[in-house]
């Protein structure tokens, strides 16, 4: 990874606002869709593709890429607009966003777009397919990294769990888990609906490390997958801290917003107040 300046973070962050703004115009154009989750992510995937993956958007299955694994597929809309930013694909396409016959479906199908690694919607699958890919990795001695998003909600799924056990046991140290602890899932907040609580001791009792992070301070989400990647012998969990709808008031841990598109007039408000950001500290 190369080294982080003041000019870096800040065209992080401006890349971020970019992909708010790019995540409320598909979704406008798509007239469904999820709001909060992909809102919530954005400075995370900035870091990710812009600063923190060994990646290459003109040849997306290069085999000494990083694997990027979709666990809450639903949130689909930040990764689509990041890998259009980064260049995958052309940014236009975005606006086809959930047609029929589009490639970006509502939820990601492995096979329409480049960049994509797994199909995944029904939550809970996408720790277990990430281990055996950081797996098969470590078996082969590559140095290829494997990054599973997930979502607190999906931990309500017992197979999460499994995957989780599994993990532990076989000490995957290529595996880092980023999770978007948001507290909010489909309708309510996680804790009443299932609690997930003490979430970082039930990871650590798998036998993973665990780093708690502000998911919109991208200095320290890059310094905590710098310090998962000197950590040998056990996998990482980065319970990411999020405010879903980042970066439009009105959204803003609203869980109303879990499953809704903006209209006109909402995405009129919400692209106006994204672009006052620019590249601003998303955490401040
Ligand atoms: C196996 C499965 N059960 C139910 C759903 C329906 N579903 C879609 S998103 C969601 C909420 C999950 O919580 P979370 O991912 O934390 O939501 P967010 O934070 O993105 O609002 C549910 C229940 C699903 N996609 N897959
Ligand atoms: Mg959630």
């Not at 962050?13 to 869709?33: D, Q």
């Not at 996680?190 to 991208?218: Q, S």
Request: with cysteine; proline share 4%.
């Amino acid at each position: 990874m190369e080294r982080l300046t003041e000019k870096k973070l800040a065209h992080l962050y401006t890349n971020a606002n970019r992909i708010r703004e790019l995540i409320i115009e598909s979704l406008l154009h798509a007239g469904s869709g999820h709001s909060a989750g992909p809102l919530g992510m954005a400075d995370i995937f900035s870091a990710l593709y812009f600063h923190i993956l060994t990646h290459n958007p003109k040849d997306a299955l290069w085999d000494e890429r990083d694997r990027v694994v979709l666990s809450n597929g639903h949130i689909c809309p930040v990764q689509y607009a990041t890998l259009a930013l980064a260049g995958y694909f052309p940014i236009k396409e975005l606006l086809t966003l959930r047609k029929i016959d589009s490639r970006l479906q509502g939820h990601p199908h492995r096979n329409s777009i480049p960049g994509i690694e797994t199909t995944s919607g029904p939550l809970g699958s996408g720790l277990s397919q990430s281990i055996g890919m950081a797996l098969a990795l470590s078996l082969d001695k590559k140095r290829n990294r494997v990054y599973c998003m997930m979502s607190d909600g999906e931990h309500q799924e017992g197979n999460t769990w499994e995957a989780v056990m599994f993990a532990g046991k076989k000490k995957l140290s290529n595996l880092t888990a980023i999770i978007d602890r948001n507290n909010i899932q489909i309708d309510g907040f996680t804790e009443d609906t299932m609690p997930l609580e003490p979430f970082r001791k039930k990871y650590e009792a798998f036998g993973w490390n665990v780093i708690d992070v502000d998911g919109h301070n991208i200095e320290e989400f890059i310094y905590s997958v710098l310090e998962a990647q000197a950590v040998y012998e056990k996998p990482t969990a980065i319970l990411a801290h999020t405010i879903p709808g980042k970066g439009v008031t009105f959204m803003e841990r609203n869980y109303l917003w879990h499953g809704k598109s903006p209209n006109k007039e909402e995405a009129e408000r919400a692209i106006k107040e994204i672009r006052s950001l620019g590249n601003k500290i998303s955490h401040e």
